[in-house]
């Protein structure tokens, strides 16, 4: 069977359309929350404090980061599609539990079981992205997997503004996510199939030494592997500063919801198209260069959010912002994918994207915490300059 076998984009380019369709899907739960959630806690629940607010983050962050580190450790184990499935099952009761929560433990319960879900999908299709393809267009399979998720997640992060400006807050917001959880579930249940069997091709002809701890040599110990993965944790701690705040201060600055919809999808918008670009620019570039730029640029944007509150600027801003973010996604993951062995691959992915996700909950923390303290602007000043202090970490520790 392993004989029969061909790696390559072009040789498996329908599972892997279909693949990149599916995480177009799994990136649109997320999209779901983008815009309303600020005001869905408030006007539902009565809670103002940016901490509180600021909680669901934390709560899909922590989740997240486990079911990444599990999903990459058992991946191997129970084959990729059993844990794609189980991940779209717990994705199917969150917009119900959102339309019909009492209280706030309810939304922190949906966010719990989302960060388990996407820990389970997006890791899964990242996988089995890589699997397929091979090491020649692993930068280019890696765009398309981001792009299709954050993409999604732009253009559902839209709609959830204009249907929150037209319909209210709840509960018409949340059936977008009712359809994508159900269709996900049959799309991967009907279509996909399990990669494993690739992964035993390729390790017959790698080379690439295996790493003796892979959970430490991910995370501190190998140079280009922990540096990737330091990037990824303050990467996704502005991002989830950027998912709580932006659409605070957007409200603080007198935008309606329709406005704040626009602009809360720009950054995902523009971070999911380039990456069409940047993946395949991650297989011929110096991945250093492109990841120093990408968290510095990001760095820079991010500063210059306090300091604007015309709707044009802050559009070119968050232009800026995406564009950094869709230089270092892909990177990150296709450098990780060159520098382990097929077999240890997903487990170190599991590591990378452990550490990664925890930075949604630190950015939540902290951008909470010194948002109640200091004001909304401070926090967002304080995560630009660590994005900046992570870019001078790339340049300075990571081999070429």
């Known amino acids: 069977m392993v004989e029969n076998i061909k790696i390559g984009l072009k040789e498996n380019w329908k599972q892997f359309t279909i693949l990149v369709i599916v995480n177009a899907f799994v990136g649109g739960m997320v999209g779901m929350e983008r815009t309303i959630f600020p005001q869905y806690a408030e006007l539902q629940f009565g809670i103002a404090s940016k901490a509180a607010i600021l909680s669901f983050i934390t709560a899909f962050g922590i989740t997240k980061a486990v079911a990444n580190y599990y999903t990459g450790r058992l991946a191997n184990r129970f084959g990729r599609k059993k844990l794609l499935l189980l991940g779209w ?40 992205k890589i699997d397929l393809v091979g090491e020649k267009d692993r ?10 998720g954050y993409f999604a997640v732009g253009i559902v992060a839209y709609l959830t503004g204009f249907i929150a400006e037209k319909y209210g807050i709840t509960p018409y917001p949340f059936f977008i996510g009712i359809f994508i959880s159900i269709v996900g579930f049959i799309l991967t249940a009907l279509w996909v199939k399990d990669t494993s069997a690739f992964v035993h091709k390729e390790s017959i002809t790698d080379n690439t030494t295996p790493l003796k701890n892979i959970f430490i040599e991910t995370t501190i110990k190998n140079k280009t592997l922990s540096s990737v993965t ?30 704040i919809g626009v602009l809360t999808a720009i950054y995902p918008t523009v971070w999911g198209i380039s990456q069409l670009f940047t993946g395949k620019m991650s297989d011929y570039y110096s991945k250093k260069a492109m990841l120093f730029w990408g968290m510095f640029l990001q760095g820079i944007a991010i500063l210059l959010i306090p300091f604007n509150n015309d709707f044009y600027i802050l559009a070119l801003i968050l232009v800026i912002l995406g564009l950094g973010t869709a230089l270092v996604y892909p990177t990150f993951l296709s450098t990780i994918a060159q520098a382990t062995s097929p077999k240890q691959r997903a487990e170190s992915i599991g590591t990378f994207r452990l550490w990664r996700d925890l930075g949604y909950a630190f950015g939540a923390i902290i951008s909470g915490v010194v948002a109640d303290l200091f004001g909304v602007k401070y926090a967002i000043i304080i995560i630009g300059g660590l994005t900046i202090i992570s870019s001078l970490i790339i340049k300075f520790r990571m081999p070429e």
């Open 89 to 128: 099952l717990f994705a199917i009761p969150i917009p119900f539990i959102l339309i019909y929560a009492q209280n706030w433990i309810w939304v922190i319960f949906a966010n719990v079981l989302l960060g388990v879900s996407q820990g389970l999908t997006w890791s899964s299709t990242v996988v089995m």
């Open 139 to 148: 930068g280019f399979a890696m765009g398309l997997n981001e792009f299709a």
């Open 230 to 259: 330091q990037a990824g944790l303050v990467n996704n701690l502005n991002d989830g500063m950027t998912w709580g705040l932006l659409p605070i201060l957007l409200l603080s600055l007198n935008f309606n919801n329709s406005n």
